[in-house]
């Protein structure tokens, strides 16, 4: 016979079956339902509607997540890390990761929640935008309690990750533009679960540290990069209670850290950052993310900058002027100092120069050269003359010699042979003993020069070299085009 098939849901150990009913206590009918619970179910991943959310001063979060159809009681405990864990609140969409079982001493079955993620369209952006009333309303972000950065700081205080880009890129920009800028660092994180809780401490720990405070740790911290920065962790025990009387001597607190998604850079959205930097009696500069990066951090702060290394340069930027200044300064100085020398050095060279001139030495060596300078011009002028005279008489020959009849009869000889060649080459005679001809009209006698000026019938007479002829049109004239020579 087949063994019946054995269903998942076992209730053979909760409900025994034999003749004798066993008769359980509530506990332990209870306690049997919770381990089947347990062994059955496990861990699973739930989604809903928190709603009742009570936090306990022990730490613990009770909350109920509802749907449309059903109620699941959860429970949150202290240790447990969530992310965003304060902005679990009624109305919150999540999902939920845990262990069903059973709260055995009120028999309710409930979620151990290991996980919790937010859900839901800006979920992060809408959290933000609430506290972000919030805080407004309660003017933590007005424009007439924010307080200049002093001009020429001294001294500041730096709260970020001591790993991250943000403590390499300010330390950097500063040690190029104000090297001896002292820095009091705490490090802190900068995101993560209880990062927001690190950031507020950081910033109310510097409001506790005088310069003679800082002296008295300086056995005590770390150097980095440069001499000028000393890394504090707590407060010193000595250090009395904060008074209008006792300011703090740091003249401003940088809190930064590098890019990243909201989810990142949420820790400088959370109350604790904008209550602590709200709260500080130094001007706080607030530096999160890139340039497009907005946080909670951003509104509180005395002054935000697009990143960390704009928030360096923010701070820096008298010192970087005057040394510049002083740079430019310097600069002028020395050109104006080597103008000035080289100016006294002409003066000096001319005065040399002229008391050189005033010497007896120098005057006979002068005369000296006058009079050889003298010598050379009276040579000069005389061969000078000297040509001349004998150009005029070779210009007296020339015409003379022109004059004689001879030499006139020459020329015009010359001049008779060159016009009879012209008018050889001019004659008619000569152009028709090249082979050309000369047509004209037998009645009138005009010359005929186109083809276009006969007709049929017409009388020709063309004169060649040695006599005429005489041709009668038959034909229409006819126009031949001429050859086109490249």
């Known amino acids: 016979m087949a063994k019946p098939s054995k269903s998942q849901w076992d209730f053979g150990e909760l409900f025994p079956t034999e003749a004798v009913r066993k008769v359980l206590s509530v506990s332990e009918l209870t306690g049997n339902i ?44 202290r240790n447990t890390s969530v992310p965003h864990r304060s902005l679990l609140a009624d109305g919150q969409k999540v999902l939920l990761t845990g262990d069903v079982t059973i709260y055995e001493a009120r028999g309710q079955y409930q979620l151990i929640v290991s996980s ?20 407004a309303a309660e003017g933590l972000f007005k424009l007439d309690r924010k307080r200049k950065l002093p001009r020429y700081p001294q001294r500041i205080g730096l709260v970020t990750s001591p790993t991250g880009a943000a403590i390499r890129d300010v330390l950097h920009v500063i040690q190029r533009r104000q090297p001896g800028l002292e820095i009091i660092f705490v490090p802190c994180r ?23 405070d800082a002296e008295q740790v300086a056995e005590q911290v770390g150097k980095r990069e440069s001499e000028k920065v000393r890394e504090v962790s707590e407060a010193p025990s000595h250090y009395p209670a904060l008074s209008l009387s006792h300011l703090p001597k740091l003249d401003l607190i940088l809190v930064t850290r590098g890019g990243g998604s909201l989810e ?43 990143t960390p290394s704009a928030a360096a340069e923010l701070i820096t930027e008298g010192a970087f002027a005057c040394r510049e200044f002083v740079a430019e300064a310097t600069s002028r100085l020395r050109q104006l100092a080597g103008q000035h020398l080289e100016a006294a050095e002409e003066s000096f060279a001319q005065v040399r120069h002229r008391l050189a001139l005033a ?9 000296a050269q006058r009079l050889d300078d003298a010598g050379v011009a009276l040579a000069r002028e005389t061969k000078t003359q000297l040509r001349e005279r004998q150009h005029r008489f070779s210009q007296a020959a020339l015409r003379l ?27 008619p005679e000569n152009v028709l003993a090249r082979g050309y001809s000369i047509t004209t009209d037998a009645a009138t006698g005009k010359v005929i020069r186109s083809a276009e000026q006969t007709k049929p019938g017409q009388t ?4 060649v070299q040695h006599g005429e002829i005489e041709s009668v049109v038959k034909g229409e004239a006819k126009r031949v085009a001429r050859e086109t020579r490249e």
């Open 401 to 427: 010699q022109r004059l004689k009849p001879t030499a006139q009869l020459a020329v015009r000889r010359e001049q008779l042979a060159a016009l009879t060649s012209r008018l050889r080459l001019l004659s």
């Open 264 to 306: 990142d850079l949420w820790a400088f959205n959370e109350e604790a950052v904008a209550r602590a930097i709200f709260e500080s009696a130094i001007p706080v500069v607030s530096a999160v993310g890139h340039e497009i990066d907005f946080t909670i951090a951003d509104f509180v702060a005395d002054l935000r900058a697009a």
């Open 190 to 212: 900068v995101q993560g679960e209880g990062a927001a809780l690190e950031v507020a401490r950081a910033v109310r720990l510097l409001n506790q540290y005088s310069a003679s």
């Open 460 to 463: 020709l007479r063309t004169r």
């Open 359 to 367: 010497h007896p030495r120098r005057r006979l060596q002068e005369w």
């Open 116 to 135: 919790a993620e937010l859900q839901g369209v800006g979920a992060l952006q809408a959290a933000f935008e609430r506290l972000k009333e919030k805080l």
């Open 34 to 77: 919770k381990r089947l619970l347990e062994k059955q179910v496990g861990q699973v991943a739930v989604s809903g509607e928190i709603t009742n959310l009570r936090a306990q001063s022990s730490g613990h979060v009770y909350f109920t997540l509802k749907d449309a159809g059903a109620q699941l009681a959860c429970v949150l405990f």
